[in-house]
């Protein structure tokens, strides 16, 4: 258990940590020359069960809140520190109103410098505590009156610690779920063992010779900077795995220098690492405070940065003392972030606390933010349960999921979100790099789009053979990735509801027919595009060479190709379905053989020049048969492919 210790400068938070735990946690020549902490201190110890209790000792004075809030938001327990001389003072005050902010709710009150007052005023200090508690989610925290000097209490106050961290430690989960995420509060160099850096693992595990990525970083290197943990410290001892909840030290090795780490950045296993600039949030603003309006500037304070920010609010102008709302967080540098992560606003000058707040939904979208639908999203993501608002995102998408972005945003482990797509009874569909899930009734419903689409085109146009893929696509949704519209068109034509002439899809009972007059002319015209199927004469040679007016082949040329006999290539070159089939073949042979389909490997299997080549590759390109990849034409898909090599 992490217990961070919180209160009023000069209440004796240090000298406290020292008694329980026998460790001077403030580290630094100025600390001990002026007798009062600036930056973070550190301290462990040994429980009787082998495991270890650590504390955060954090700065009191008002002007290092910053510093406060580096530490504050990786600890499990609260540890108030009040003397009973003072009672409860501004920056008692401010620290309580900064845990309450980001949801702290179990800890302990140490009444300090007992031995200096008399009995009635530990009584009203007591007192003073209890007014001071009520109403925060702290309130009815036990309340240890000692003396850190003599020891006074100390040995009730460990006693309670030690019971809350055994409790803790029986119901923690284990498996440490999530992927691995610690937020940096301190980076060093060790002679022998280089560049150091802690903090406390939010979530998943690490361990020695695990690679991770340390992100966002400030000086250009997008994506992070990948490195490999040589060794690590857990809860300041020698180990091979840290998790969720330990205070970890971990040894890193790669092409970086101390420069480059500072407090605030991440270290994340690499699946994690997508820096943001704006998340969407719900916030909370405290009673005692101002009412927050729209673009308000900030201090955000996340894990362990200080960012500068604006707010957008998604609902009104403002929000009320005391009330909750959801809003956009528009940040000034990049961050880390999941969903479920606390943090803190303050204001423009760093000196009241503006609002508190969760993290909602870090990949939000650009437009229709305050929709109804948009903001019943927001709702749903409040819940801890990501089923529910998967369940509803699915509902609300008509072109899928991006199951990624969903696992990233909640920061699921590959096991965790397996099992929950396969709870949800999604359709998943793998295009490129991105898993997309479809409901069962949104995988229907785009199904019974495309099929209606095609009987409109057929009504429009009975006399074409029906529909090119890409187009059909773009009338189905324009918005849907060619690979879910691949496996949903795969999934209507083995259902016998759609069905595939070469490059044309179409309903099963459609058929295109030519009337008699075409018909005539176009068997007296084949002969002449059958001679040289890959490099077929021109228009106005065929019109020519057939003594028949150029229009008038022109048009049936046309009526030809939408009736899907001739495909137009190229510029006034028209190739026969035949023509077009076998060509498809070759490039699927050049597919299957070498990966990929090149201009100068179809002209020598077919002849003739390489720019003829050029004009059937970007021909398949452009009706989807193959995609361009640099100077490489690869097949789209094994569906494509079979439409083109059984008809």
């Known amino acids: 258990m992490i217990i961070g210790t919180a209160g009023h400068i000069d209440h004796g938070k240090t000298t406290l940590v020292k008694a329980l735990t026998g460790v001077d946690a403030d580290r630094l020549p100025q600390e001990k020359a002026r007798g009062i902490t600036l930056d973070l201190g550190y301290a462990y110890v040994p429980q009787a069960d082998g495991s270890v209790l650590g504390f955060i000792d954090v ?103 030690d019971t809350a961290a055994a409790h803790q430690a029986r119901s923690a989960d284990a498996s440490s779920p999530g992927r691995f995420r610690l937020a940096i509060d301190r980076c060093f160099t060790l002679p022998g063992i280089g560049s150091v850096v802690t903090g406390t693992a939010g979530a998943g595990r690490v361990g020695a010779g695990d690679t991770v990525v340390i992100a966002p970083t400030q000086r250009g290197n997008y994506g992070g900077i990948r490195a490999r943990v040589k060794s690590l410290h857990v809860q300041d001892r020698p180990a091979q795995h840290g998790q ?203 199904g019974e789009r495309l099929l209606a689409a095609l009987a409109t085109e057929h009504l429009r146009a009975p006399d074409m053979v029906g529909v090119e893929r890409e187009r059909l696509r773009r009338l189905t949704l324009p918005t849907l990735a060619r690979a879910a519209f691949d496996a949903l068109a795969a999934e209507l034509l083995a259902a016998g509801r759609l069905a595939a002439t070469r490059a044309w899809l179409h309903l099963p009972a459609h058929r295109a027919s030519l009337n008699a007059g075409d018909s005539e002319l176009f068997a007296a015209l084949q002969p002449l595009l059958a001679a040289q199927p890959f490099g077929p004469p021109r228009v106005r040679d065929v019109a020519r060479d057939s003594c028949t007016a150029e229009e008038e082949v022109r048009q049936l040329f046309r009526r030809l190709a939408r009736a899907g006999e001739l495909y137009p290539v190229a510029h006034d070159h028209y190739f026969t379905a035949q023509a077009v089939a076998q060509l498809a073949a070759v490039v699927a042979e050049l597919d299957a053989a070498q990966g990929a389909a090149r201009a100068a490997d179809l002209r020598d299997r077919i002849g003739g020049g390489r720019k003829v080549a050029i004009h059937i590759l970007e021909f398949f390109d452009r009706i989807g048969y193959t995609r361009r990849v640099r100077d490489e034409h690869v097949l789209r898909s094994t569906v494509a492919t079979h439409a083109w090599l059984n008809n």
Not at 351 to 376: E, Q, T, Y
């Open 244 to 446: 969720a909840g330990e205070r970890c030290a971990l040894a890193l090795a790669g092409d970086f220098e101390k420069k480059d780490i500072e407090r605030g950045m991440w270290v994340v296993e690499p699946a994690a690492a997508s820096p943001l600039k704006r998340f969407q949030a719900e916030l909370r603003v405290p009673p005692t405070q101002p009412a927050l309006r729209h673009w308000t500037p900030v201090h955000l304070h996340l894990g362990a940065a200080d960012i500068t920010a604006r707010v957008a609010l998604l609902e009104g102008a403002q929000i009320a003392p005391g009330a909750t709302a959801l809003a956009e967080i528009l940040l000034d540098r990049e961050t880390l972030a999941v969903r479920g992560d606390r943090f803190v606003l303050r204001d423009a000058a760093a000196r009241r606390n503006v609002a508190g707040g969760r993290v909602l939904d870090c990949f939000p979208p650009a437009r229709h933010k305050r929709s109804p639908a948009r903001l019943a999203l927001l709702a749903a993501l409040r819940d801890d349960d990501p089923a529910l608002s998967l369940q509803l995102q699915a509902g609300q998408a008509a072109t899928g999921v991006d199951l990624d972005r969903f696992a990233a945003n909640w920061n699921l482990a590959e096991d965790a979100a397996a099992a929950l797509w396969r709870a949800a009874g999604l359709r998943l569909v793998r295009s490129s790099e991105d898993l997309i899930g479809f409901s069962a009734a949104g995988w229907q419903a785009l």
């Open 59 to 161: 700065p009191g004075h008002e002007k290092l809140i910053h510093n406060m809030l580096a530490g504050a938001t990786g600890i499990d327990f609260v540890l108030l520190v009040v003397a009973a001389d003072d009672g409860p003072m501004p920056q008692t005050r401010e620290h309580l109103e900064l845990l309450d902010l980001l949801g702290l709710d179990r800890g302990a009150v140490a009444l300090t410098k007992c031995d200096a007052v008399d009995a009635a005023r530990i009584a009203a200090a007591r007192e003073e505590i209890d007014a001071l508690l009520a109403a925060t989610r702290l309130q009815g925290s036990p309340v240890f009156a000692l003396s850190a000097t003599n020891g006074a209490g100390v040995a009730e106050l460990r006693a309670h610690l």
